[in-house]
Every structure is written in structure tokens, then in C-alpha cells.
């Protein structure tokens, strides 16, 4: 089932608060990226992180969830309605993700702005 956009503009208005927010729409999904850095995604109308050590700490008790069948594990975000503790957890995992390549940016074009 892909996710609906209504979901996805919810999101980024919760994270609206965090300037380099973007997104990129792939096969009914959204990848979400911070600075650059994908840093999550939504899929089937839930936020799935990467699970970091620094998401793991700041959602212990968070369940891994497949994004997709044969995907690694993610961490569902259940704290989608706190903006404080989504902006925390969002630079907290991008802080911990290698930069982005340039090349492979170029290649497979931009992430799209939040702007609506």
C-alpha cells in the first residue's frame, strides 16, 4: 500500500523546525533526507529510521519494522506528534551518517524541497 501524501506533508510540517529537510518520492514511498543524508523514510504510512546507536538510545523500546519485504530492519517512530523529540532524534541520526556522495547525488538527481 503507498503511502499518502497527506502523511507525508504531516511529517514534514513536524519537522519543519529542522531547516534541510527533504524528501524524494520512490515506488509509492518517500525517502527522507536531513542535510543530504537519508536519514529514514515513509513506508505504508509509518516514519521508519535508520537504527543508529543514537536512535537505538533514544527509542530503546522501539520496534524494528521492515520497510519493505527483503529490506533491513528499520525503527518505527511512534513520537510522531512531539516535534522536540522528532527534531532531536532526526539530527542525532544524521550526526552519526557518513556524508552524502556527491557523485551518486548527480546521478540520481536532488531530493525535492519540503516546500509544498
Known amino acids: ?4 501524501r497527506s502523511y507525508l506533508e504531516f511529517l514534514l510540517d513536524q519537522l519543519s523546525g529542522l531547516r534541510g529537510v527533504t524528501y524524494r518520492p520512490m515506488m509509492g514511498e518517500f525517502l527522507l533526507y536531513f542535510n ?3 536519514f529514514g523514510g515513509v513506508y ?3 516514519l521508519l529510521v535508520k537504527p543508529t546507536a543514537a536512535a537505538r538510545r533514544l527509542m530503546p523500546a522501539a520496534p524494528r519494522e521492515l520497510p519493505y519485504e527483503g529490506a533491513k530492519p528499520m525503527l518505527l517512530v511512534e513520537e510522531v506528534d512531539d516535534r522536540l523529540f522528532l527534531a532531536e532524534l532526526v539530527s542525532a541520526i544524521a550526526a552519526e551518517l557518513p556524508e552524502p556522495n556527491p557523485q551518486k547525488s548527480l546521478q540520481n538527481g536532488k531530493p525535492q524541497s519540503n516546500k509544498k
Open 1 to 4: 500500500m503507498p503511502s499518502e
Open 36 to 38: 543530504g543524508k537519508l
Open 44 to 46: 505504508d504510512n509509518r
